[in-house]
């Protein structure tokens, strides 16, 4: 039995026959040619089918892993029609006299090298899109439908790396897991792996030959490995495991409509996260109480333009009648930092993290932030919205907030339009709110402890640089500490506290939390049940005891 290690982008065991999936090498020979002109119209013609193929993917992605994770198709779609792109392979072409085919290929290998150069994650992860385009584009221009993965069996399929558009066109029926040499946790790819839940590891050196391929092999992506030839003793061994975390899925199942209390009384609210009105079917499907976190901005980054009021307003009022009687929490604008939107115009900065980002942005275009606020409160008509704002630093923020929002009612009354009052709170996410937790509390309905960035400004680490993974540390005490601050500065003020970050679907700290009396924790729709059931199993009173 052969043993290799990788990292883990989503859970479970798979058990099968390995598939070593090997791309088409595209063979492409520099020809010298007569017509340039000719040559560009193959390479536009070339362009447009590769377009085409790019909203076939999108679509096919849009049903079974909903429109955030989708976008890369809209991306690749952008990237196929950008300026600096196809002027590099005219210029090719015609400075040259050279093949389409030798032309997208220079001009891939010279951008895909740039990108990962740089000292962006973000950036660099750009450099496997580019790679893609071009593949797909020499694929079309040698006549080839470009690479599928084809499987007639149930099969882990491994390969060196998947771009996007190979692994959308999995057959989740007929692969168990994915595993591949290179990759990040933050891909594409991963998140796409994760969405369509099939246990995946990245990053794993095992050799891509006939002495994987063909073999049995077993997938744990709760351990990061994957075992090739196992013995009868220890496949069994993992069969059991297998069948245990069946009966386990199974068994969260028989929790869907329990309420959400401890053994000694105490309740607390579990929420979903979402980005978008299509995932509302996984919000109902797993039991979920109410949205803690609608991300709005998927709004603003799956657009060219700012989205209108109406716009904004339907969707908002899709989201509410959905969940009748059930809290949504939509947080307002939250974009800067890794989420950038072109038609803003921002400039580039030096630390975005630190920025021109979420509040920031609303609170100096008042414009762009009632458009928001008025689709909001007329939204709020149709069910329980509430409004959250996301990076507050101060109570003059919060004020001027309140300014702007009266601004706005006062015109809705006066143009006769309806709406609703809306809970509104604040997001709690840096030091600062922390600190003055107390005081901010007297202003809003209702706290949401955002840890990702909480983390992150507390620990003074980029979450997004992988280089400091080792030194990241979400149960950092400085942290824990923080989130039990805020929770007694709401509580005295009479207002409920939540967690809405990454943190709060950790089961390290599900008990954590009770004993600190967060009333609300928000995570993907997925957690739900697992968490139900930890609460349901606790004796808040004994665990703190346990703690002394």
């Known amino acids: 039995m052969q043993i290799y290690s990788g990292k883990s982008v989503f859970g479970g065991i798979a058990i099968g026959k390995i598939s070593v999936y090997r791309k088409d090498e595209q063979q492409v020979k520099r020809t010298r040619i007569e017509d340039a002109d000719s040559e560009l119209a193959r390479y536009n013609q070339a362009r447009k089918d590769g377009i085409e193929q790019l909203q076939q993917l999108y679509d096919k992605a849009l049903k079974e892993v909903g429109e955030a994770n989708a976008a890369i198709f809209e991306i690749h779609q952008m990237m196929l029609e950008d300026d600096d792109y196809n002027e590099s392979v005219e210029n090719i072409i015609r400075t040259q006299m050279v093949n389409a085919e030798y032309a997208v290929a220079t001009t891939g290998d010279n951008f895909s090298h740039i990108f990962s150069s740089m000292d962006d994650d973000y950036m660099r992860e750009r450099a496997a899109d580019v790679k893609d385009i071009s593949e797909r584009l020499l694929a079309i221009l040698n006549g080839s439908s470009g690479n599928q993965i084809q499987a007639g069996e149930k099969v882990i399929i491994v390969a060196d790396d998947l771009a996007p558009s190979e692994t959308v066109q999995l057959d989740k029926d007929l692969v168990l897991s994915f595993v591949t040499v290179h990759g990040s946790l933050n891909s594409h790819t991963a998140i796409l792996a994760r969405t369509m839940s099939i246990p995946a590891l990245i990053g794993t050196s095992l050799p891509l030959d006939d002495t994987v391929d063909g073999k049995l092999g077993i997938v744990d992506g709760m351990n990061g490995k994957i075992y090739v030839d196992p013995d009868e003793a220890f496949l069994e061994e993992m069969l059991e495991k297998q069948r245990q975390e069946q009966e386990k899925k199974q068994l969260l199942q028989t929790l869907k409509g329990r309420e959400n209390i401890t053994l000694d009384g105490q309740k607390i609210m579990l929420y979903a996260n979402i ?35 109406e716009e904004q307003f339907q969707i908002y009022k899709t989201v509410a009648e959905t969940m009748a009687s059930k809290r949504v929490i939509i947080r307002t604008l939250d974009i800067g930092a890794d989420k950038q939107c072109d038609y803003f115009e921002m400039e580039k900065e030096e630390n975005p993290a630190l920025g021109y980002r979420a509040i920031r942005i609303c609170l100096t275009r008042p414009e762009v932030f009632k458009t928001q606020l008025r689709a909001l409160f007329r939204a709020s ?168």
């Open 275 to 309: 980005g978008n009105i299509k995932d509302l079917a996984t919000v109902l499907q797993n039991d979920a109480g109410g949205i803690g976190l609608f991300r709005s901005e998927f709004i603003y980054l799956e657009r060219d333009d700012y989205p209108s009021e």
């Open 381 to 548: 008509a149709y069910g329980k919205i509430a409004i959250m704002y996301p990076m507050i630093t101060s109570v003059r923020e919060v004020c001027r907030i309140q300014e702007i929002v009266e601004e706005v009612k006062k015109e809705l009354l006066q143009q006769g339009i309806e709406f609703g009052e809306p809970e509104q709170g604040i997001m709690i996410e840096t030091p600062a709110a922390v600190l003055i937790s107390d005081e901010l509390a007297k202003h809003v309905d209702f706290f949401s402890i955002g840890t990702n960035d909480l983390t992150q400004y507390t620990l003074a680490i980029d979450r997004q640089n992988t280089k400091l993974d080792e030194f990241y540390d979400p149960h950092h005490p400085a942290v824990l500490k923080m989130i039990a601050m805020v929770v007694e500065s709401a509580h005295r003020e009479g207002i409920w506290a939540g967690i809405c970050g990454e943190l709060g679907a950790d089961l390290e700290l599900t008990q954590e939390f009770l004993s600190m009396g967060v009333d609300e924790l928000s995570v993907s729709p997925g957690s739900i049940l697992p968490i139900r059931k930890v609460v349901l199993e606790t004796n808040v009173e004994e665990y703190k005891k346990s703690r002394k």
